[in-house]
């Protein structure tokens, strides 16, 4: 899933199914959530049933015709799908190419090199945020999930202490720097200008990614101390190989959808014509679909072929590729499911609805309306777009650099406490291995400890600037 194209897609994809007041609501939500969570501890049922009966549920409970909230959560569940399963499978053909050709050795292999000791976690979320600026959080996971892994397995470090740096990485640009479509909507919303708002959402970034990550990795490695999951860790392929890819070749087919999705994004910016042919042409390439494959089509020469693979064993290596992805890609969808029976059952209006009243600093407000409205719905996007169509005519007699904080502060409060209706929540567990309650006191705290710093540092700055 891109976040910003699937939840608008979700959005749009079925009608309002409730029209239940705010108490009864608020109750069919805890209720909902409850039973996901009850299902999946208690019981030991498998995520997937678990998110479509919860779905179900709190239709029920919110007083909604039960065909009404059948097409919420097929809705939800297939516009998610048709988001982030053709990328979950083409980062999964690329991963699996960099593993059976020992491109990923040769990038784990130089990076243990180089790297080694404490310096670790420092070096993955310097990895994770370069690779994060530009990407989509989903693809950016799908693209670092191997490097991650291995490198875990092969220096023998905690899981946490690895990929919750990566994860911080990820999830921060994805919060708060353009031009990931989050801060891009907040900036059209309250007009405040990119320029400003890249540069303090950098100064933002940098503290924040600091604490969520390396330090935090180090509590997160003692709560969760799990090592990498087998089932997601390919053989050491380069053992039975004569040649492998050079690192430069490995690091370049890695990089390729990175840097074809900045250049659009680049483009966007200076072009900022969606008529002129340059900017029709990276807007094309620089998609996450064309980007990624474009990378498969490349890893086959660059990877497979400098490895010395026929092309039945390329053939092989796709197959068996996408075979693992299987479960992931239904839990992720019936997150999508859930989270769009939410919002069609009109909890994020809501939340809207009882925020207007509320006399508070306008950043605060800002940030807390974005964290309201992501607790309840799991959407980053659908917090963010509402919160910053609310506190919009605030912004009207700010200056530029508060105008700039304000969309900082809507995108700090999106990424507050991930939990059972995101998605992301469930990439994360089936990727990493974990039950719920680690990835609770894993992903969830890391990204709660994202919107309290970022949101922080956002309100010191107003302060001084």
Not at 13 to 35: D, F, R, T, W, Y
Not at 195 to 220: D, E, N, R
Not at 397 to 413: E, F, K, P, R
Not at 414 to 435: I, M, P, R, T
Request: hydrophobic share 60%; charged share 10%; net charge neutral.
């Amino acid at each position: 899933m891109t976040r910003l194209s699937v939840e608008m897609l979700a959005a749009d994809a079925v009608e309002p199914i409730s029209s239940a007041g705010h108490a009864q609501l608020g109750i069919a939500v805890l209720a909902g959530i409850a039973v996901i969570v009850l299902l999946i501890t208690k019981f030991k049922l498998h995520a997937f049933l678990a998110l479509t009966i919860g779905s179900l549920a709190l239709g029920a409970f919110a007083g909604a015709p039960l065909d009404k909230a059948i097409l919420s959560f097929t809705g939800g569940l297939g516009s998610t799908v048709a988001g982030v399963g053709v990328l979950i499978a083409l980062g999964a053909i690329l991963g699996k190419l960099l593993a059976d050709s020992g491109g990923a050795d040769q990038i784990v292999d130089t990076i243990l090199a180089k790297a080694g000791g404490r310096a670790m976690p420092w070096a993955m979320v310097l990895i994770a945020s370069v690779i994060g600026l530009p990407l989509f959080f989903e693809v950016g996971i799908v693209l670092l999930i191997p490097v991650v892994l291995m490198v875990a397995k092969r220096g023998n470090y905690s899981l946490m202490r690895i990929g919750v740096p990566a994860l911080a990485g990820l999830s921060v640009m994805h919060g708060l720097i353009p031009p990931h479509p989050g801060p891009l909507v907040a900036i059209d919303a309250v007009k405040a200008n990119l320029g400003v708002t890249l540069a303090l959402g950098v100064l933002v970034a940098i503290p924040t990614v600091i604490i969520a990550g390396p330090v935090f990795s180090k509590y997160a490695a003692r709560w969760v101390d799990v090592q990498a999951p087998d089932r997601m860790i390919p053989a050491r392929a380069s053992e039975d190989l004569d040649r492998r890819p050079g690192f430069g070749a490995t690091l370049f087919t890695m990089l390729l959808p990175v840097v074809l999705m900045l250049a659009k994004a680049l483009v966007d910016i200076v072009v900022d014509d969606p008529a002129h042919m340059v900017q029709r042409v990276f807007d094309v390439i620089g998609s996450p679909l064309i980007a990624l494959l474009a990378a498969v089509i490349v890893g086959m020469f660059t990877l497979g072929r400098a490895a010395g693979f026929t092309r039945e064993r390329l053939s092989t290596t796709v197959e068996k590729s996408l075979a693992p992805i299987a479960g992931i890609l239904l839990i992720v969808g019936a997150g999508g499911g859930f989270k769009q029976t939410l919002i069609d059952c009109g909890v994020g209006q809501m939340i809207l609805d009882i925020s207007k009243d509320w006399s508070i600093p306008a950043l605060l407000l800002a940030w807390l309306i974005a964290v309201a409205i992501r607790l309840a719905t799991g959407s980053a996007t659908v917090a963010t777009i509402s919160a910053a169509g609310l506190v919009a005519p605030l912004a009207a007699d700010m200056s530029t650099t508060h105008a700039s904080l304000l969309v900082l502060a809507i995108g700090a409060g999106s990424l507050f406490f991930s939990h059972v209706n995101d998605a992301g929540f469930w990439l994360v567990k089936e990727y990493f291995g974990l039950n719920v309650g680690q990835t609770i006191k894993t992903w969830s705290v890391m990204e709660t400890i994202i919107s309290v710093v970022a949101g922080g540092l956002v309100l010191l700055l107003s302060l001084v600037i």
